[in-house]
């Protein structure tokens, strides 16, 4: 690297100065001419038949624009991975808060009265809502209550996907876990459970769409701007949605306040109907959802449940296992089978299994679709492994670190998929360091000094663990992503992706790789807003793989553009940015423009069987140790986070403050996640969709968060960097309660984990509790009173 | 937005005789208005039943905080941040500076009226267990009449008070005797800032010679309304602290508070979880006399 190296120095923000001077305009600061406004009258019971549909006779409805099922002009469908999921419900609902019916009207005030106005009969069904009652309804042979049907897609009657998967040849690891399981010293099993999470950006989903039409009436054309993560994503769900080509679907995606994979998906739901209105009405349409729509009826995180079975020795080595996963996919398939996925991966963590067994499944319930969430599976298993890690070490009688050490997949082995490390690993080191940074072992012996003579209990805990960057297995070469970097005529570069800005930093550090390998200062590089009328798919913004795949084809088209000029324009080898801009001036002049473009190509050959589920999971993994100190009250039963240590090998760091920022957002999502945030449902239908009982921790909540970084360049990412975007959501929740559990030696096994459970587990250790005989029924609010609904 | 602003009326008199005027000639057709913080999220949520609001948030003569030789007076207009920033209350009323500076943000703090927070009557508001605890008085006003009444005799269930439909709270009166008392105030939330409390206690007591000779306990989130724990003082009063018969009084405290809560299960917490740490909390300030 050279020495003035922009790649690993903090530039500012390329959309920051807007930001900070509140120029950035949101999809609700933009205004269309003639634009009109779209509201969604959504299911009130979780699952039934739609008998008939009345409209109040206090509406004058000739005003409004009014879509139903029957106006969809393509297929009623929000494509993902298969087409179970309508756009607009038509004959059944199967989620509560699910779209029936969408309204447009000049003045937004009027769309009040007329979602209220409009009265939907149900014959009601039975419906299921959690894993175990979907199981149940397949094992029962309860017909009534098989909500999903299967699919072509590998779906089964209430299951929309399951993997099975091996550390080896199916029947020689079937093998090596009997005798494993026989000849094991010891035997442990533990059950972990993880909830729902609200992906809670600070910008509820909206979108405003436009349309035209032939003479004849007929869709042309449609255009969606909007909140969002993945422009294409959008454009493949409305060439279903109007039947039209691609490029007569144009997506542009505005400004955007937060994503964390909950505008991965979702904008297909939001953008369809916006352009269905649009084409009802002849007006361009604006939807954007309130926080109390956008929580009720978008996507959350998976819950899960995970049942571990580990055959060890003695000596704390692993010797087989099995793992059972199975999350809660919601009433509709949408992603579920990619977050299974992911999640199965993981499930294995950073140790070395002789012989292990995954099998993972994602059930259907009858509430709103889960759906992306930073991620994507792996926090839920991983939580249960590194759980389960510390239930192992104390059943065999070592440390939770000495287990760990006796386990830990280091260079040259094989992942549980029979992915070859040949990228250097060291998790020992990384361990030692973290435990070092944090104070572990002086605390440890510290804390169970002072807990003797104190109502507040202290605690250590750690996790240790991996996160994959980029999609799993063939899914970069199928996305065969694609990036264009055009010099204009002034001789400043621009880039043309459709990688997403949504606050991480996408924009600088894709500007921060082209200035280092076109050797030019970052202010002259630019990067154009992604309006799919312009910029290529370079795939979706998700899975950790903006910095290292897109960065790598940002930075391999940048190479070839100074190739170009040094072969056609006589650019010299080492130039200066006068030399650059005279020598595509000269281009330009030449040839009329100049554009350097490349398809993803692998930077080292992978190898991935979808059918048996093995190989190259993943191009790299991000290694990490994180360790949470923590405090409980025993007079208020709280838990809180007193200190945090998060360190990370995430190869080559490119923008450190972004960086830091990530890992620290990324720690506190975690700590909401294990100690805060609960979603209360009710018949599918989630109660506290609001902020004021939906508890997200604010900073008084939060503890200081040092981050720490080991740098291990990778060849796959661009100045040798690896993704980090999800990683900190994978190790704060079990660090958490193996500290918890260090500070009160009471394990507990399911997130979140909220004082009242933690009282239910003291409450016998202090003075017996009184009354209390009122069943929990989640929809009283006494203080507002506001939740009570019919 | 889920409710349409057009539907709605804003006055906002110029005075208070006029804005009283106005709620004696049409009793329970108005709304009166002060900061606005309580009301505003009901009409954001589309759940405001009344129509009609008669804005008393400009009104100086509502917003004061005032000594006398004896008592502390407080205007009902006066805002959480004048509260926190008041010296006299600082050094005086501790608990009430306290449960003001956790009450909301900061910005709820500017706006947020401590004449809301009592007439709003909700039984998880932070102020009520402060002002139970000091003994506090309310002054009622109506265009006819003045009156005061002791404050633990306002709430009469949930969300129901005193107040006749004509009648505005004006001033909130505290006794200045507390100098010598130990006092002690805990918010259990939700989380440590922006939160509803899922139980909270503010006590004071006066021990001499070890022995309790006065105390108060009020509550938040046990009952109904804001509760004054008068079972426990009952118990507790004339007792001895620490020695021998400690652990037995501790204990029937806590049975008596337990007594005496009658909380629910609802969405931010368990009955039961709220009478254990109700107790907790007594118990932490009875350790702490
Ligand atoms: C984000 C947020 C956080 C909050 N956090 C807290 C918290 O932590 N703790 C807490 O206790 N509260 C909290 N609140 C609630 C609210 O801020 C307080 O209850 C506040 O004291 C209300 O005062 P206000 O002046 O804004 O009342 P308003 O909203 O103006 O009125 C509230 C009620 O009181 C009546 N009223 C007001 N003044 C008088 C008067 N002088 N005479 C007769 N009736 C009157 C009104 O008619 C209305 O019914 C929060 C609110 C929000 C929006």
Redesign the pocket.
């Known amino acids: 690297m050279p020495e003035n190296s922009i790649l690993g120095s903090s530039p500012l923000r390329k959309e920051g100065r807007a930001k900070v001077l509140g120029e950035a305009k949101y999809v609700d600061d933009l205004s269309l001419p003639g634009m009109w406004f779209g509201a969604t009258v959504r299911s009130t019971i979780a699952r039934g038949k739609i008998r008939k549909i009345t409209f109040s006779q206090d509406v004058n409805w000739s005003e409004y624009a009014i879509v139903t099922a029957s106006d969809v002009p393509g297929e009623n469908t929000i494509v993902h991975l298969t087409r179970d999921h309508p756009c607009l419900a038509a004959e059944q609902v199967n989620h509560p808060e699910e779209p029936i019916l969408l309204l447009a009207h000049p003045d937004k005030k009027a769309l009040l009265a007329a979602t209220a106005g409009v009265h939907i009969d149900y014959e009601e069904l039975p419906g299921v809502f959690t894993i175990e009652e979907s199981e149940a309804a397949v094992e029962n042979g309860d017909t009534e209550r098989i909500i999903w049907p299967g699919s072509d897609a590998g779906g089964t009657a209430n299951c929309f996907k399951q993997y099975l998967m091996y550390s080896a040849d199916a029947k020689d690891t079937e093998q090596g876990l009997a005798l494993a399981f026989e000849n094991a010293d010891y035997i442990v099993q533990g059950e972990y459970s993880t909830g729902a999470q609200e992906q809670l950006y600070i910008e509820n989903n909206g979108v405003i769409a436009e349309c035209n039409k032939d003479a004849d009436g007929r869709v042309t054309d449609v255009c969606v701007r909007g909140s969002m993560q993945c422009p294409y994503y959008l454009v493949h769900a409305l060439t279903l949605v109007f039947g039209l080509p691609e490029e007569k679907c144009r997506v542009i995606q505005t400004e955007t306040g937060g994503a964390f994979g909950g505008k991965e998906d979702f904008p297909s739901v939001i953008g369809s109907h916006a352009a269905l209105l649009a084409m009802k009405c002849g007006h361009p349409v604006k939807i954007t959802y309130d926080r109390a729509e956008d929580m009720a009826a978008t996507t959350k995180r998976h819950p899960s449940r995970t049942r571990h079975r580990t055959a060890v020795s003695k000596d704390g080595k692993l010797l087989g296992g099995t793992i059972e996963f199975a999350i809660d996919g919601g009433a509709y398939a949408t992603l579920s089978p990619v977050v299974l996925s992911r999640g199965t991966i993981h499930a294995p963590g950073p140790y070395k299994w002789p012989y292990l067994r995954v099998r993972a499944k994602a059930m259907a319930t009858n509430v709103p679709p889960h759906g992306a969430f930073r991620g994507f599976g792996a926090p839920q298993s991983l939580f249960a492994l590194e759980r389960h890690m510390d239930k192992v070490a104390k059943v065999v009688g070592l440390t939770p670190e000495e287990l760990r050490r006796r386990n830990f997949l280091s260079t040259g082995d094989c992942t549980a998929t029979g992915q070859p490390l040949n990228d250097p690993v060291d998790m020992q080191k990384l361990l030692t360091r973290a435990l070092e940074e944090h104070g572990y072992h002086e605390k440890l012996k510290r804390f169970a000094e002072e807990n003797k003579h104190s109502s507040i209990k202290r605690g250590v805990g750690f996790a240790t663990f991996m996160h994959g960057a980029g999609f799993t297995g063939s899914g970069e070469r199928r996305l065969n992503s694609l990036v264009h970097v055009e010099v204009n005529a002034d001789g400043r570069p621009n880039l043309l992706v459709s990688s997403t800005e949504f606050g991480q930093g996408t924009n600088t550090i894709l500007c921060q790789v082209a200035a280092q390998a076109l050797s030019l200062p970052y202010e002259n590089i630019s990067i154009a807003q992604p309006d799919t009328r312009v910029v290529p798919n370079s795939g979706p913004t998700v899975a950790s793989r903006t910095a290292m795949i897109v960065g790598k084809l940002v930075e391999r088209a940048c190479k070839k553009l100074l190739t170009t000029l040094q072969d056609y324009a006589s650019l010299p080898p080492q130039h200066t940015p006068g030399e650059f801009r005279k020598a595509a001036g000269f281009y330009v002049a030449e040839h009329g423009s100049l554009r350097s473009s490349v398809r993803y190509e692998p930077v080292k050959p992978i190898f991935w069987d979808d059918e048996l589920y093995r190989g190259d999971a993943y191009p790299a993994y991000a290694w990490a140790v994180y360790v949470a100190e923590v405090a409980v009250d025993l007079n208020t039963y709280m838990a809180t986070v007193t200190r945090f240590d998060a360190l990370q090998e995430v190869g080559k760091v490119m923008h450190p403050v972004l960086a830091k920022g990530q890992v620290e957002g990324g720690v506190a999502q975690g700590i909401g996640y294990a100690l805060y945030e609960k979603c209360v449902w009710k018949n599918g239908r989630m109660l506290n969709n609001q902020?004021?009982n939906y508890i997200m921790p604010t900073s008084a909540d939060l503890p200081p968060i040092h981050v720490h970084f080991e740098e291990v360049p990778s060849a796959h990412g661009p100045g040798g960097a690896k993704g980090i975007g999800e990683l900190p959501m994978d190790g704060p929740a079990p660090a958490i309660l193996n500290a918890i559990e260090n500070a009160t030696g009471v394990a507990f096994h399911s997130i979140p984990l909220l004082p009242e459970d933690l009282f239910e587990r003291f409450a016998s250790f202090t003075e017996r509790a009184h009354g209390g005989s009122e069943e929990l029924d989640g929809s009283i609010d006494r203080?507002t009173r506001t939740e009570v609904d019919a | 937005m889920r409710s349409d602003v057009t539907q709605f009326e804003l006055t906002a008199p110029a005075t208070l005789t006029e804005v009283l005027r106005r709620l004696a000639d049409n009793p329970g057709r108005h709304?009166?208005?002060?900061?606005?913080?309580?009301?505003?999220?009901?009409l954001n949520t589309g759940r405001l039943a009344t129509h009609s609001?008669l804005s008393?948030?400009h009104l100086r003569e509502?917003r004061f905080i005032r000594e006398t030789p004896d008592t502390i007076q407080i205007g009902?207009?006066a805002?959480?941040t004048d509260i926190r920033g008041s010296k006299i209350i600082c050094a005086e009323l501790p608990l009430l500076a306290q449960?003001a500076s956790?009450?909301?943000?900061v910005?709820?703090?500017n706006?947020?009226?401590?004449?809301?927070?009592?007439?709003?009557?909700?039984p998880?508001?932070?102020?009520?267990p402060a002002l139970l605890a000091y003994d506090a008085n309310v002054t009622?006003i109506s265009a006819a009449s003045m009156r005061e009444l002791p404050y633990r005799d306002f709430h009469l269930g949930y969300k129901r008070t005193a107040?006749r439909s004509d009648?505005?709270?004006?001033t909130i009166t505290l006794p200045r005797i507390y100098a010598g008392h130990r006092q002690y105030i805990r918010?259990v939330?939700t989380r440590n800032a922006?939160?509803?409390?899922k139980v909270a206690l503010a006590a004071i007591a006066l021990v001499e010679a070890g022995r309790i000779i006065d105390i108060r306990v009020g509550a938040?989130s046990l009952a109904d309304r804001p509760l004054r724990c008068t079972a426990a003082e009952t118990v507790l009063i004339g007792q001895t602290i620490g020695g021998e018969g400690m652990e037995a009084l501790v204990r029937k405290a806590r049975a008596a508070l337990a007594g005496e809560a009658e909380p629910i299960d609802d969405i931010r917490s368990t009955a039961k979880y709220r009478i254990a740490v109700g107790a907790n909390l007594l118990e932490e300030f009875l350790r702490s006399l």
Do not use: Y
Not at chain 2, 194 to 197: L, T
């Open positions: 902020m004021t203080d | 709304t009166v208005l002060a900061g606005g913080t309580e009301l505003m999220v009901a609001f008393i948030q509502l009902a207009g805002t959480f449960s956790w009450t909301g943000s910005a709820n703090q706006r947020g009226t401590l004449g809301g927070n009592i007439c709003n009557a909700s998880a508001a932070d102020t009520p009622l107040m009648e505005l709270l004006h918010k939330g922006q939160a509803i409390s938040a």
